[in-house]
Nanobody, 118 residues
Framework: QVQLVESGGGLVQAGGSLRLSCAASRYSFTINAMGWYRQAPGKQREFVASITRGGSTNFADPVKGRFTISRDNAKNTVYLEMNGLKPEDTAVYYC????????????WGQGTQVTVSS
């Protein structure tokens, strides 16, 4: 059973930065796409960003220019660098990985809370 361990969430003021990490272990397939989704209270879970094993990235429009995504294939770890945070970025952020090039994949993390105060 694949395990995803997330870290890096927290409370930050508007305009601040946070870095999320997600490390995959106990996997029995080659992980291709890795990325992040988020879910705010009362809203549906939405795509944030993804990166393939080859380094191709994709971002949701609300975070373009503010968030960057990267990965360390040797460590099977994905990072989400969030800059210029806004109160509307407040949500639980979920790591997601899969064996295909596109998300959503089949494996989800437990979620990490990001709260941006105004």
């Amino acid at each position: 059973q694949v395990q995803l361990v997330e870290s890096g969430g927290g409370l930050v003021q508007a305009g601040g930065s946070l870095r999320l990490s997600c490390a995959a272990s106990r996997y029995s397939f080659t992980i291709n796409a890795m990325g992040w989704y988020r879910q705010a209270p009362g809203k549906q879970r939405e795509f944030v960003a993804s990166i393939t094993r080859g380094g191709s990235t994709n971002f949701a429009d609300p975070v373009k220019g503010r968030f960057t995504i990267s990965r360390d294939n040797a460590k099977n770890t994905v990072y989400l660098e969030m800059n210029g945070l806004k109160p509307e970025d407040t949500a639980v952020y979920y790591c997601n990985v899969g064996w295909q090039t596109a998300l959503p994949g089949s494996i989800w993390g437990q979620g990490t809370q990001v709260t941006v105060s105004s």
